[in-house]
């Protein structure tokens, strides 16, 4: 999969990431059709989340065993049924087993995205790649769906038929159940997993991060409509200018790329995001919701890619790529719930406040990963160890190291190969030579007259 180019990825990440994306259109529109109060229909966000995420869990690790095709597959396939279930009843029973069994579908999906970007020469850049696709999709429809029509259908029929307009993407995977390999062409090391310290730190802080973003994300909708006092047409314009303004974002971090490392993108950007926050969870008009909500978009897939690509860098099987991705989602379903309580309880103001704050403080756990794991190197260049993959493998933590030019943390040691070489001749002695000329003799004359008739020759 790594050696193909990585438009089935894109196309997966996009299937994957769209029902994140469309969530707050989502629950204000199961809050207004199925007649529910904002606490349950963000619980029904949460619940497709949430099972997005145990998908996750479920198939990291697993998806070079089952065949990336086949999973991808059997995923988009799930996540079409299961939202066009939900789309199709207004039982609100039938609606939380239709969200959930198309959440799992999506998150299946999103596990082949990031186990293959993993395997990428440049994993941020393949992330990027995705968060634009779905980036541009998600501003689409937030642009067409208020004028087709009202009610939670709509939301969930697109995210079905995206499941579907994706599934011819699929026959670029790898079939069968063949070893996925490395960016330089060698299969992916099995063994223990790597960086688990700082993994499991990123893990714990991406299910937080991930949270604060969707608490406010899944309200989005509802600060702009009940405190703001905009109507949903007006609300699903600025969500458009947003995700657009978030599409500019994506292509400077592209054109970025690790230039600045990983650290520091993703420590200033997310103490960006949380003054954002702030101003978006107290607008009380057009401009200031406006701001907020394009600011906020603008920042937060960028530091959404470089976290991906961190998380991908861990581990070259994406085993971290896909845990961290599920804990970020377990956040998500927790987004909207949170995000519900807190604007219940103390108000969208206090609520922006409390998330700000959060953010704040998980930006540094987050540049201490990033730093530890992609910042200055371990050992000095040069310095070479003849037995031993992991101190070599620490050199890569160097940005703009290129990809696969040195081994893996956690990579298998190199075998040592003695090899043979024949002893030299010894010099000839001096005595072993002779002046040019005849030494005396009929074998000197001879030597004399043929060295005589080379001459005359030339």
Do not use: K
């Not at 063949?178 to 790597?194: D, E, K, S, V």
């Not at 949270?211 to 989005?220: E, F, I, P, R």
């Not at 406006?290 to 470089?306: C, D, F, K, M, R």
């Amino acid at each position: 999969m790594s050696r193909r180019t990585p438009r089935p990825l894109v196309a997966l990440f996009t299937a994957g990431y769209l029902a994140p994306y469309l969530l707050p259109t989502v629950v204000g529109r199961l809050g207004d059709s199925l007649n529910l109060p904002p606490a349950q229909a963000g619980l029904i966000g949460s619940a497709l989340l949430m099972s997005s995420a145990a998908a996750g869990f479920t198939f990291a690790g697993r998806v070079d065993r089952m065949g990336p095709r086949t999973l991808a597959r059997a995923g988009l396939l799930l996540a079409a049924l299961g939202y066009s279930a939900a789309a199709a009843t207004s039982f609100v029973p039938l609606v939380v087993i239709g969200a959930m069994a198309g959440g799992f579908g999506s998150g299946t999906a999103t596990t082949v995205a990031a186990t293959g970007i993993a395997g990428q020469r440049d994993p941020h850049r393949a992330s990027t790649l995705g968060l634009l696709s779905v980036s541009a999709l998600a501003g689409a429809l937030y642009l067409t769906m208020p004028h087709l029509g009202t009610g939670h259908a709509l939301p969930f029929a697109a995210i079905a038929l995206t499941a579907l307009a994706t599934w011819p993407a699929t026959s670029g995977l790898e079939s069968g159940t063949a070893q996925l390999a490395t960016p330089a062409g060698q299969p992916r090391p099995a063994g223990p997993l790597p960086f688990r310290r700082s993994g499991l730190v990123l893990a714990a802080a991406m299910l937080c991060w991930s949270m604060a973003q969707n608490s406010l994300w899944g309200v989005s909708s509802r600060i702009g409509t009940d405190q703001a006092g905009l109507t949903e047409i007006t609300v699903g314009a600025v969500f458009a200018v947003a995700l657009g303004t978030a599409l500019v974002g994506v292509l400077g971090a592209g054109a970025l790329g690790s230039r600045l490392g990983r650290a520091a993108p993703i420590g200033a950007g997310t103490a960006l995001i949380a003054c954002c926050i702030v101003v978006s969870a107290r607008a009380d008009d057009l401009t200031s919701f406006a701001t907020g909500e394009i600011a906020w978009n603008t920042l937060y897939p960028v530091v959404l890619s470089y976290l991906i690509g961190l998380a991908a860098s861990l581990d070259p099987r994406g085993r971290w790529a896909v845990l961290v991705g599920s804990a970020a989602s377990l956040g998500t379903a927790c987004g909207p719930l949170t995000g519900s309580v807190l604007s219940q309880t103390a108000g969208y103001p206090a609520m922006g406040t409390t998330l700000a704050v959060a953010l704040l403080v998980l930006a540094l756990p987050l540049t201490a990963v990033a730093l530890h794991t992609g910042g200055s190197p371990l050992l000095r260049p040069g310095t070479v160890r003849r037995r031993g993959g992991a101190p070599a493998a620490l050199v890569a933590g160097v940005t703009g190291a290129p990809a696969g030019a040195v081994p893996q943390m956690g990579a298998p040691e190199q075998p040592v190969v003695e090899i043979t070489v024949s002893t030299p001749q010894p010099a000839p002695t001096q005595e072993e030579f002779s002046t040019a000329g005849p030494r005396g003799g009929s074998a000197g004359l001879g030597q004399s007259s043929n060295a005589n008739a080379s001459t005359s020759a030339r």
